[in-house]
């Protein structure tokens, strides 16, 4: 599992002319989800991200967690996190795990985020999208989860 975590003013997904997610303060996750990626990867993910200390106290060193600040995530299945592009000149794919999989895991990571009290919004899995991003920083961490194992 890729995950590319972004701090952001504000966030929003939309599927052609329909918002279908928003957020104010927090995380915008663009989340590629990998062929043999599992329940114990969402688990670790979420526990990371819930506690990454990501945003400014008073002093303004990156010392709050999300949910030290009351903030909120966005979740964007984004498959292309996994493409190959080191032969040719087309991204190959191969990586990517099975959308019914895939989407099974998204909706894991919502659920783990809005059982921990985090205002969770998402865009719509398999759809063209359109994802705004007010990046606060900016900042952007690559965060890469296998077997359960955060690196």
Same mark, same amino acid.
């Given at each position: 599992?890729? !995950? ?7 966030? %929003?997904?939309?599927?052609? %002319?329909?918002?279908?997610?928003? *957020?104010? @303060? ?11 990626? #599992? ?6 993910? &979420?526990?990371? *991200? !819930? ?5 400014? $106290? +008073?002093? #303004?060193?990156?010392?709050? /967690?999300?949910?030290? &600040?009351?903030? %909120? ?6 498959? @292309? ?10 991204? %190959?794919? @191969?990586? /990517?795990?099975?959308?019914? =999989? ?8 919502? $659920?783990?985020?809005?059982? +921990?009290?985090?205002? @969770? ?6 759809? =063209?999208? #359109? ?10 961490? &690559? *965060? $890469? ?7």
């Amino acid at each position: 599992m890729r !995950i590319v975590a972004q701090r952001v003013e504000s966030a %929003s997904v939309r599927v052609g %002319s329909e918002l279908v997610g928003r *957020i104010g @303060t927090g995380l915008c996750l663009l989340v590629g989800v990998e062929e043999g990626d #599992g329940e114990p990867d969402v688990l670790a993910a &979420v526990d990371k *991200i !819930i506690n990454l200390r990501v945003f400014a $106290d +008073e002093a #303004g060193k990156m010392n709050r /967690s999300l949910l030290d &600040v009351g903030g %909120s995530v966005l979740v964007v299945s984004q498959f @292309t996190l996994l493409g190959d592009i080191r032969k040719g000149r087309r991204p %190959s794919f @191969t990586k /990517s795990a099975a959308p019914g =999989h895939a989407s099974a895991l998204i909706q894991q990571m919502l $659920d783990l985020f809005a059982g +921990e009290g985090v205002e @969770t919004a998402g865009g719509r899995f398999g759809a =063209h999208m #359109g994802v705004e991003i007010f990046n606060d920083g900016p900042v952007t961490f &690559v *965060i $890469d989860v296998k077997q359960g194992v955060v690196f």
